[in-house]
């Protein structure tokens, strides 16, 4: 499959045979590196975004540092709304802040329609640099936000509590939220399909806020639109990955929308999961980030607990249930990762 | 049962025929009310838990003004390690400090031993006081965090997004960790006994942390406590209400502590949920408190749908999945109590 020297995060997500199970790590390219930090002193978070060498940089550290077997582009999931015409504001350790949230039709009015080959050609560069100078040693995974969380952020403009704005948007006026929903999924889909036809190997939709919602909610203004996304991808083999964070309620609904892999938190049973859904897609996941301040002996006992509750046989990929934390050190991730690629060879 | 004009709530707890559904609202005595507001204006926070004549008259006024089928004594679950010689700031809206939490063994030392019916008489008055004042309308309902969200917040001393050190605690120190929840265990199981014997017709546990913690920890650190608390606490026939919060993976575990009533949030199907534990337990729940924003359909709508999933029978006891949120018309709180009400017979 491809050049690729280390291909074992692919084959897991096609549920082809592998000698050991693949490890990466959400939010690896970032704060709880120092060589990270190093870059980010001299840049603010979105011009290192917007500056391909920079985001290539920082996006290879986790590859060399911490031994991980895919990378994950250096990006943000606001970069579409941003690109629409929203003004972000990044604080990092606070959150982004939107100072003119969407409310209403006026409000939406004023984003743009956008090309993501276009208006986003920044992360396209850095797709292509970042694809050069991993020079086939692991897949690189590209990442959106789904509709619904984009759409969250949109409309909270800030950090929220209980998501009341975007709530009231969607009981009150559904009418308007799914009009902007159908627009930014056209977005994403394109934006994913560029990133696809740039070099990208696989590509992640984080659901971050889809488990704030009603069941019937969820699949209101969340589910049909990662589907949707899914179907107009254009792809050949490249997997694609749907994490929707506190959705226990309809793992079976995520693993029908098309998606090859399904991300996990850590509040779901693997194992359970797996016999729920595992014929049909592979799964992702799920130490609790925070099990990484623990002592090696709880890091590495929490990983065999999840590596037994797959089990045996392809379709597991290991990765955290969430970001890793900033203030992790990084000798824990790398333990981690060294222990998973010794201990799961058992398994395969 | 007990002389009460209104006892359709204790019934339903212990799922014997009732009429129709009962309904209370957690937080009900709170800030969405002006009438809250205009005595949370001439006392802070804590001085109106500590005073039970104020304690008192904001536990009834949504008993008079939305009608509501129970009363829940106005009080904090932080009056407990505040008791126990922690100093206590509430911030109304940001959520409360403690300036020094407990990090270790040195800190947990200077925790004191307390007895409820000394340290925490204020509430046991405040108990009498709205019992008198009741006068039979309606049962009352005391209530204590968990020991595990107590603990929580004891540790982390303020609002958390990651809950860091509450989780290095156990995962380093889980002797100090368990210790610390025998000792507010007992403190608890004695603080719930004390508030029936003042005059409580049931009682609620609230491990609102509960769902951060991985299935294995929850066991652990949190379900083994709320069942030591539910053997002993001292009671005749009084039911015992868990709601753990976002503990969706072990439903069944919560349904198994002896709880009578099990609360439940909006993520969960209560249809689902009553077929896999309500032949043991009565179940509370489960509207999105933010659906209270809606159009008058709209909440009729999700109310209907609420009712239709719990089905036909005792045993349901209509509530949010969370508390009532400051910002919420009250005209729309009294339009949902109305409507259970009225729409609940067909079930009965």
């Not at 276009?118 to 995974?141: C, F, H, M, Q, W």
């Not at 999924?185 to 659901?207: M, P, R, T, W």
């Not at 590596?307 to 981690?336: E, M, R, T, W």
Request: contains cysteine; neutral net charge; proline residues 5%.
């Amino acid at each position: 499959m491809t050049n690729l020297q280390n291909d074992l995060f692919l084959r897991a997500c096609k549920r082809q045979p592998i000698e050991r199970t693949p490890i990466w790590m959400m939010r690896q390219a970032g704060r709880y590196l120092p060589e990270y930090r190093a870059v980010r002193e001299k840049a603010d978070f979105l011009t290192m975004c917007k500056t391909p060498e920079l985001a290539a940089e920082v996006t290879i550290q986790p590859i060399d540092l911490i031994g991980v077997d895919a990378a994950i582009l250096f990006s943000d999931i606001l970069v579409i709304p941003e690109a629409m015409g929203m003004t972000l504001e990044m604080h990092e350790g606070k959150g982004p802040v939107f100072h003119r949230p969407i409310r209403n039709e006026e409000d939406a009015k004023e984003l743009k329609s956008i090309d993501p080959t276009v208006d986003l050609k920044y992360v396209l560069d850095a797709v292509s640099l970042t694809k050069k100078e991993l020079n086939g040693r692991v897949p690189l995974i590209g990442f959106s936000g789904s509709p619904w969380t984009l759409l969250t952020y949109m409309v909270e403009g800030r950090g929220s509590k209980n998501f009341a704005e975007v709530k009231k948007l969607i009981y009150n006026n559904p009418v308007l939220a799914h009009k902007l929903l159908g627009k930014i999924s056209d977005i994403v889909a394109d934006y994913l399909s560029a990133k696809i036809e740039a070099g990208c190997n696989a590509v992640q939709v984080f659901d971050t806020w889809g488990g704030i919602l009603t069941p019937d909610d969820f699949n209101e203004f969340s589910l049909q639109y990662i589907q949707s996304i899914i179907s107009k991808i254009k792809r050949t083999n490249e997997p694609v990955i749907v994490f929707a964070k506190g959705v226990h309620y309809n793992i079976e609904g995520i693993a029908g929308t098309g998606a090859d892999v399904i991300g996990l938190d850590w509040t779901m049973d693997l194992g359970e999961v797996r016999k729920l859904i595992g014929n049909k897609v592979a799964l992702q996941g799920n130490l609790d980030p925070t099990k990484l301040y623990g002592s090696e002996e709880v890091i590495k006992n929490e990983a065999s607990k999840i590596l037994q509750s797959y089990g045996k046989g392809s379709g597991h990929i290991f990765n955290l249930g969430h970001g890793i934390l900033p203030d992790v050190p990084p000798a824990n991730a790398k333990l981690l990762v060294d222990f998973v690629k010794e201990e799961s060879k058992k398994y395969h």
